[in-house]
């Protein structure tokens, strides 16, 4: 999910897939693209069927460590017996977008993106996504979900600051505590703002801590102007890989991600710590969407229906993700409460900007980034 790029390459378009289902005495073909829901191809049972008979399903962009992706996929396979492609899993929200119009009509499109909020707005501006709604449409939340089906959120977290606490003498808890002289040359994002959801939070996150707001996130380019100026700023972006290398000290990134980091380091020796920062509590959550011109359309759509069952959501959650249907799992008793305890704290309640405050925001970083930490 951090940014790399992607190069697509010539392969055949995969035929559309028909399934067949029975009503009023007879059989009709429906084509998998076109569906808008389960009931379109007469039940789950039936959209099981056409997804198992394409046999495959291509993902982009899914870390093994990130929100529990590894476990998530191979609960999948073993449930469906269905061949999951996953490809390039630390690319970007941007480089999925891409991929879908420089792959359009090959066989090595995305069947699917998980992308961040501003990208799955813009996406779906572009014409991008197919329309779908899960069976568990109607316990989305109405402002996690496009109206239509084009996407709908799925897991989500607040930006945290995680820290190597053998390598930091005292690890820093808020945005203002990173500027300091002892953190230089260690303070990290996972990937570039202009093309990482992750990033984009973080940027997000330090302007409500320096006086900002949804409607302006110019604080935040002044905060990692200034983290540049002081030192402190590391250009490397975050991967397990650095963490345990030692070049990201100090990373700005999801907190089930910092979360999720920690099992894995203590086995290296590291103390990894995730701390959600005093003064910039910023939460966001990802998006789905069924790319319009998937090669497994049928399996696309399945993909989606396991993501948003108490299984799936639940599997998020086990990544130290707060899965889009938390409170009604926990209304309705289908939540991992083991694995709900295990979620970093944070006090009161997540709010969201809105459709054109992400927009702003996104034109001001493009606008911006790299001029706060150039040189």
Request: hydrophobic letters at 40%; glycine letters at 10%.
């Given at each position: 999910m951090t940014a790399f790029l992607l190069v697509g390459a010539a392969a055949c378009g995969a035929a559309p897939t028909t399934a067949t289902t029975s009503g009023g005495?007879?059989?009709?073909?429906?084509?998998?693209?076109?569906?808008?829901?389960?009931?379109?191809?007469?039940?789950?049972?039936?959209l099981v069927e056409a997804a198992?008979?394409?046999?495959?399903?291509?993902?982009?962009?899914?870390?093994?460590?990130?929100?529990?992706?590894?476990?998530?996929?191979?609960?999948?396979?073993?449930?469906?017996?269905?061949?999951i492609e996953s490809e390039t899993p630390d690319a970007a929200s941007a480089d999925e977008i891409n991929a879908l119009k420089t792959r359009k009509g090959q066989d090595r499109a995305p069947d699917v993106v998980d992308v961040s909020q501003s990208f799955a707005i813009s996406g779906a501006g572009e014409g991008l996504f197919a329309p779908y709604k899960v069976q568990t449409w109607d316990k989305i939340p109405a402002n996690q979900k496009e109206p239509s089906g084009?996407?709908?959120?799925?897991?989500?977290?607040?930006?945290s600051i995680g820290c190597d606490a053998k390598k930091i003498a005292k690890c820093p808890e808020s945005f203002a505590d990173l500027l300091k002289p002892e953190y230089k040359g260690k303070v990290a994002l996972n990937g570039n703002p202009t093309k990482s959801g992750s990033a984009f939070a973080g940027v997000y996150a330090a302007s409500l801590a320096n006086g900002g707001s949804f409607d302006d996130v110019q604080p935040g380019l002044e905060f990692f102007k200034k983290l540049k100026a002081?030192?402190?700023?590391?250009?490397?972006?975050?991967?397990?890989?650095?963490i345990e290398k030692g070049e990201t000290q100090i990373s700005i990134d999801w907190d089930y991600n910092n979360a999720a980091y920690a099992p894995k380091m203590a086995e290296k020796g590291l103390d990894w710590k995730t701390v959600i920062p005093s003064?910039?509590?910023?939460?966001?959550?990802?998006?789905?969407?069924?790319?319009?011109?998937?090669?497994?359309?049928a399996a696309a759509?399945?993909?989606?229906?396991?993501?948003?069952?108490?299984?799936?959501?639940n599997l998020y959650l086990g990544g130290f993700a707060r899965p889009v249907l938390l409170p009604a799992m926990k209304a309705d008793g289908s939540?991992?409460?083991?694995?709900?305890?295990?979620?970093?704290?944070?006090?009161?309640?997540?709010?969201?900007?809105?459709?054109?405050?992400?927009?702003k925001a996104k034109e001001a970083l493009a606008a911006g980034w790299d001029a706060a930490v150039a040189g």
């Amino acid at each position: 999910m951090t940014a790399f790029l992607l190069v697509g390459a010539a392969a055949c378009g995969a035929a559309p897939t028909t399934a067949t289902t029975s009503g009023g005495g007879s059989s009709a073909g429906v084509d998998a693209r076109t569906a808008a829901s389960a009931a379109d191809f007469g039940g789950l049972d039936k959209l099981v069927e056409a997804a198992k008979k394409e046999g495959k399903l291509h993902v982009i962009a899914l870390p093994p460590d990130w929100a529990n992706y590894g476990k998530i996929i191979e609960a999948f396979k073993a449930k469906y017996g269905i061949e999951i492609e996953s490809e390039t899993p630390d690319a970007a929200s941007a480089d999925e977008i891409n991929a879908l119009k420089t792959r359009k009509g090959q066989d090595r499109a995305p069947d699917v993106v998980d992308v961040s909020q501003s990208f799955a707005i813009s996406g779906a501006g572009e014409g991008l996504f197919a329309p779908y709604k899960v069976q568990t449409w109607d316990k989305i939340p109405a402002n996690q979900k496009e109206p239509s089906g084009l996407w709908f959120n799925d897991y989500g977290g607040y930006v945290s600051i995680g820290c190597d606490a053998k390598k930091i003498a005292k690890c820093p808890e808020s945005f203002a505590d990173l500027l300091k002289p002892e953190y230089k040359g260690k303070v990290a994002l996972n990937g570039n703002p202009t093309k990482s959801g992750s990033a984009f939070a973080g940027v997000y996150a330090a302007s409500l801590a320096n006086g900002g707001s949804f409607d302006d996130v110019q604080p935040g380019l002044e905060f990692f102007k200034k983290l540049k100026a002081a030192g402190n700023f590391n250009p490397v972006e975050t991967t397990p890989a650095t963490i345990e290398k030692g070049e990201t000290q100090i990373s700005i990134d999801w907190d089930y991600n910092n979360a999720a980091y920690a099992p894995k380091m203590a086995e290296k020796g590291l103390d990894w710590k995730t701390v959600i920062p005093s003064d910039g509590k910023y939460f966001q959550l990802y998006a789905q969407a069924i790319n319009k011109d998937a090669p497994h359309p049928a399996a696309a759509r399945l993909w989606q229906e396991f993501l948003y069952s108490p299984e799936g959501q639940n599997l998020y959650l086990g990544g130290f993700a707060r899965p889009v249907l938390l409170p009604a799992m926990k209304a309705d008793g289908s939540i991992d409460k083991a694995a709900e305890s295990n979620l970093p704290p944070v006090d009161g309640e997540p709010t969201f900007p809105t459709e054109a405050q992400v927009n702003k925001a996104k034109e001001a970083l493009a606008a911006g980034w790299d001029a706060a930490v150039a040189g």
